[in-house]
């Protein structure tokens, strides 16, 4: 299990020493890459007008920003199904609002001088600019969250798991921002002594005013998503350089002592700390003997502590009036809490056990609630929830847990997970992962017994889906950082790739085409490839019965793709659900596609052939 630091010294010690010096050239090295290159204009732009101080107001701000969006924002707002969209587009609008600001001289001196007058309450300056020199920065901050990259994306979503930012992850962010905030003011200072120059020789305010219509059309951009198209030209016409330019940290970030000490933040599971401590009650065996299952060995169910409410949650289902429920009020049942999310294959399989559980036994008092903890951000939306909820014919209550405040309140760590809480709201047994289902049953049996269902129904005969017993090809990420497998590395930004000549080893992985490539930003698993015109395909040879992948189509614009099994259009017979004659693929929502689906498992290659304006995120097996 993953070690909890619960001491506020160990920040001082090498593990956090190593993040935090990381974090500080991690955000140096960002400065310099296409990631920042669209604020650049507005950043010279305000850093060149008013007071001497202005260009530190607008770093401040900037590094302000963008730790909050790092330790706090990032997990508040995905939780309203927002994500980074509502920050960037209010830092679009204060953008706007000082350009128009600067293109009339006097409106600036009038919305200046009360802010100047809060400077009395900060650092002392000669000149003017310092507070709305803040405004500005914070703006620029909120935009360019995204560049903090995989490090940063852990550490917002160990803070969403843990319920907010804790002091250490707090020191990793601001050690990031104090790096790019440095290269920042270097700019600034740089971008303020040039403009200067030009300003001797220019009459009026014509300086102002071209800086002004600059921030506009930087805001403008920002609207229409211009500044991300910049970067990725910029990635793709720009390959020729040194990979350092784009990518300097990518040797940091990825390194095992990193990525293990950011494991280290996250908190071990409170149950499995309490169960290593707890009897179980004697009379339980007893009780398993007379309802338990034949054949099955009933676990020992201990008293592991109490059960926290739902905590943070948006939108129930299937509940009366979709109101929501609390364990206070349904003291008397025995409560199963079943943490999924519905592009996730192991819960997908699932599904149909919790599902025959809950028919079974809910006259007798078992209550299922299924907390949907989403993986990628798309997850987040309750229209894509309530339709999962009904491609899986569930029909216990179910609850969105967009910020993760139930998954913290359990110290949950799974996708799946399940928690059995007996009458008094007492938790007495969990289950991580695939499997158990008869056991997990036996012990649904005892603790109804104990809640005084003393004639219970026959056992359930519903059953989960069982993985092929020679499935031999994991989970595999389509993203920069996590592509293991690859026979070329996945870069961000637009690269053209080239599949191998010959065949691919078992579970070894190949790109065709050109590609654009997301690193992860809304959280550890959030990175994805698309397509950049021409065809573009992924190919790789794989041992299971089953093949799906992660698929989102842009706007929801039905697009077209094709699946091949061994370089054939794949036949009917093995086709997956979500395939049509001719192995066409239509991708429309976002969600998971089955796309093979074979009598038996076995060992071939498959390669599915994707359009521009579709994303690819996560193959899984079965």
Not at 67 to 96: F, M
Not at 225 to 234: E, K, V
């Amino acid at each position: 299990m993953i070690m909890v630091l619960s001491q506020p010294t160990i920040i001082m010690e090498g593990v956090m020493l190593l993040l935090l010096l990381f974090a500080l050239l991690a955000g140096a090295g960002t400065a310099i890459t296409p990631c920042v290159l669209p604020i650049l204009p507005a950043l010279l732009s305000s850093a060149a007008t008013g007071g001497r101080r202005r260009p530190v107001g607008i770093v401040l701000g900037l590094s302000l920003a963008f730790t909050a969006a790092i330790t706090v924002a990032a997990a508040a707002v995905s939780g309203i199904g927002g994500g980074s969209t509502a920050l960037r587009d209010l830092a679009v609008v204060i953008l706007i609002c000082f350009g128009l600001a600067m293109l009339a001289p006097s409106l600036a001196q009038r919305i200046q001088a009360p802010l100047s007058r809060l400077a009395r309450f900060g650092p002392r300056t000669r000149g003017d600019g310092f507070v709305s020199g803040i405004g500005v920065g914070a703006a620029l901050g909120f935009v360019c969250a995204p560049c903090a990259g995989p490090i940063l994306a852990a550490v917002t979503a160990v803070s969403a798991s843990r319920g907010g930012p804790s002091l250490d992850i707090l020191l990793v962010g601001l050690c990031f921002s104090a790096g790019l905030g440095g290269m920042m003011l270097l700019y600034g200072f740089g971008g303020r002594v040039l403009l200067g120059r030009i300003r001797r020789v220019a009459a009026g305010h014509r300086v102002e005013r071209a800086l002004g219509v600059v921030l506009i059309l930087t805001g403008v951009a920002m609207a229409f998503n211009l500044d991300a198209r910049l970067s990725s030209f910029i990635a793709h016409h720009q390959r020729s350089l040194p990979g350092f330019l784009f990518d300097p940290t990518q040797s940091l970030e990825n390194s095992a002592a990193v990525q293990t000490r950011l494991d280290r933040l996250r908190p071990n599971s409170r149950y499995v700390t309490a169960s290593t401590h707890a009897s179980a009650p004697a009379g339980d065996q007893a009780i398993a003997a007379r309802v338990g299952l034949a054949g099955v060995r009933t676990p020992a169910l201990k008293d592991l502590g109490p059960a926290p409410n739902f905590t943070d949650t948006q939108e129930w289902f299937n509940t009366p009036g979709d109101r929501p429920l609390s364990l206070p009020h349904l003291r008397g049942h025995v409560v199963l809490v079943d943490f999924w999310t519905y592009t996730c294959i192991n819960c997908i399989r699932t599904l149909p056990f919790i599902e025959g559980l809950y028919r079974t036994y809910r006259r007798d008092g078992l209550v299922v609630v299924g907390v949907e903890t989403p993986e990628f951000t798309f997850e987040q939306d309750a229209a894509n929830v309530a339709q999962a909820i009904r491609s899986d014919h569930l029909t216990y209550p179910v609850v969105q847990d967009n910020r993760y405040g139930t998954w913290n309140a359990y110290s949950n760590q799974y996708w799946p997970a399940d928690y059995l809480i007996d009458a008094r709201g007492q938790v007495r047994h969990y289950q991580f992962g695939e499997g158990g289902y008869r056991q997990e049953e036996a012990a649904v049996r005892v603790l109804l017994y104990e809640a005084g269902h003393h004639h219970l129904p026959a056992p359930t005969t519903a059953h989960a889906v069982v993985p092929s017993p020679a499935l031999a090809t994991p989970e595999t990420y389509l993203n920069p950082a996590r592509d293991q497998g690859f026979a070329q590395p996945i870069r961000s930004g637009v690269h053209p790739y080239r599949a191998p000549g010959g065949s691919l080893a078992l579970n070894e992985w190949a790109l065709q085409g050109r590609w654009l490539a997301s690193q992860p930003s809304d959280g550890i698993h959030e990175g994805f490839i698309t397509p950049v015109g021409g065809e573009s395909s992924i190919s790789g040879t794989v041992q299971a019965q089953d093949v799906y992948l992660v698929l989102v189509s842009d706007g929801n614009v039905p697009r077209r793709g094709r699946v091949l099994v061994d370089g054939r259009p794949v036949p009917r017979a093995e086709a997956g659900s979500a395939v049509g004659p001719g192995g066409d693929l239509t991708v429309t929502a976002q969600t998971l596609y089955n796309l093979v689906r074979l009598p038996r498992d076995g060992r071939f290659r498959i390669t599915v052939e994707l359009p521009p304006g579709v994303r690819a995120y996560d193959f899984t097996f079965g």
